[in-house]
């Protein structure tokens, strides 16, 4: 993803025109963060979303719930550094992280980080989906694309 202020190699003039050229909208939303919710809340939140789409695969762009897929991004970072030893975690968290491991929570959730596909391939995916909706407006929870 790219991050505002910061200039992008990925993103040049050239590819800007062409995005433009398709009828592409930059957006100028801030970026989301995530509030700091109680726990018993975030659980709450984290059963909710379980018993709407009968999983706990929380897509990281997902917002809802004060951004529950931000929260669930960093507790599997946190996870990851108590895992490999980087992070020292209290014993109230580790019951935390043992509370989230009974409900099905995989620790897994990780941003998509650039690179991972080519300009051309993005470009391309956009085309077919302006195609077929008539609109470059990808939602975050468009999902017929499996990164």
């Known amino acids: 993803a790219l991050q505002r202020g910061v200039p992008s190699a990925m993103l ?12 592409f909208e930059f957006s ?4 989301k963060t995530v509030p700091d919710l109680d726990w ?5 939140q984290l059963e909710a979303f379980l018993s709407e789409m009968g ?6 762009n997902y917002d809802k719930y004060s951004n529950l897929g931000g929260w669930a991004v960093e ?9 490999e030893g980087r992070e020292y975690l209290s014993p109230d968290m580790i019951e935390k992280f043992g509370q ?6 995989g620790f897994d959730v990780f941003p998509t980080r650039r690179g991972e596909r080519s300009w051309e391939d993005s470009f391309s995916l956009l085309l077919m989906y302006r195609q077929e909706t008539g609109s470059c407006r990808v939602p975050h929870h468009y999902k017929a694309d499996f990164r």
């Open 12 to 23: 040049t003039e050239e590819r800007v025109a062409q995005l433009r050229s398709i009828g």
């Open 28 to 31: 100028t939303k801030p970026e």
């Open 40 to 44: 018993s809340t975030r659980i709450q």
């Open 55 to 60: 999983h706990l695969r929380v897509d990281p």
């Open 75 to 83: 507790m599997s970072e946190r996870h990851r550094s108590w895992q």
């Open 100 to 105: 989230l491991n009974a409900l099905g929570f």
